[in-house]
Nanobody, 115 residues
């Protein structure tokens, strides 16, 4: 069974940066397109960034130019570098593949942007 473990969240001031990590186990990680999702209180989970098996990224408009997704297939890990953070980026962040069926969700990592 695939296990996903997210880390790297925290409290940061507006304009600050964080780097999230997601380690996957129990799968041939390198063949999957991966994504970072986030869920703010009272809102639906949304997909904010994806990365292909070859490292080609895509981003939702609200994070373009501020977030960078990357992956290290040798470490079965996907990263999300978040710069110029805004209060509206506050959410619980998760990783998962983007194809159906999704894997079981990890616990996520909380990102709070506040002064």
């Amino acid at each position: 069974q695939v296990q996903l473990v997210e880390s790297g969240g925290g409290l940061v001031q507006p304009g600050g940066s964080l780097r999230l990590s997601c380690a996957a186990s129990g799968t041939i990680f390198s063949i999957d397109f991966m994504g970072w999702y986030r869920q703010a209180p009272g809102q639906q989970r949304e997909l904010v960034a994806t990365i292909s098996s070859r490292g080609i990224p895509t981003y939702t408009d609200s994070v373009k130019g501020r977030f960078t997704i990357s992956r290290d297939n040798a470490k079965n890990t996907v990263y999300l570098q978040m710069d110029s953070l805004k209060p509206e980026d506050t959410a619980l962040y998760y990783c998962n593949r983007i194809s159906i069926p999704l894997w079981r969700w990890g616990q996520g990592t909380q990102v709070t942007v506040s002064s």
